[in-house]
């Protein structure tokens, strides 16, 4: 069944007017006519089964028939990401959708050298991966900011999974609850020369899985640029109490591999994957 994302409130027999892209993708791509369903949602109200009411010039009018699911929304956690090559943020954004993220935060650090982005099309991006993946509301995408400023404005209770290509507590100790045990220093040798650097192995607070809004479920991962993070950069994010750095293995993935690792990382142990 088509799902549409929609801005109108949705209620029993409520008139929605879907955007004139959607209009024409639903009758002109899609064929429908009057009378033909199709499932809409707007990141409020849940999923509502719906019928083509009236095909008009300026647009279909589509009227709401039945709730099907109730909104629900998925965990708290936020991707920040530095601003990389335009085709792998637009990557990031659409699996930071599917991979329940609820908003995506593009950070300007020591070493982006940002392509232009268009923050419609990463927009548009969001909504068709959410349409895609079943989700009820849709990733907010938000201009890009310095990353000092992001952590100066940090919001209180939220925690970091700072996903470092120099060291780290490995992802799955550092996220899942396990017996106290000593600092974890990084992996010397393999791939990486890796100098061992304390690490909190241990965030507190995490043996349950999050709640909606819930303090203890509010998360946020980091991924850095091409060049990574500057010394000074990773010693800051490191001082910080909210922060835990992990490694995602050996191997340096790119930006768009790092941000799919660590979301699957966060979600199999912390996230919504076993609900
Ligand atoms: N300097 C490398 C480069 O030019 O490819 C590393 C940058 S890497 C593409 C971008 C980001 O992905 C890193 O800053 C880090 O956040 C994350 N990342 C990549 N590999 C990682 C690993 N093995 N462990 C932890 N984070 C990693």
Redo the contacts with the bound molecule.
Sequence with gaps: MIRLYVQGDLAPGAAVAPTLDQSRYLTQVMRLKAGDELLVFNGRDGEWRVSVAEVLKKGVILRAEEQMRPQTYGPDLELIVAVVKKARVETIVEKAAELGAKRVRLALTHRTNADRLRLDRLDAIAEEAAEQTGRLDVPVVDDPVKLDALLDGWEDGRRLMF???TG?APAITALTPFSPSPLWGGATGGVLDRQALPTRSRLEGLDHPPRDGEGEGRWAI????????SPEEGERLRSLPFTTA??????????DT?AIAAMTLWQAAVGDWDR
């Design positions: 996903c470092d290509e780290g980091l991924i850095g640029p091409e060049g990574g993070f992990v490694s995602l293995g050996p191997r340096i993935l790119r930006a790092a």
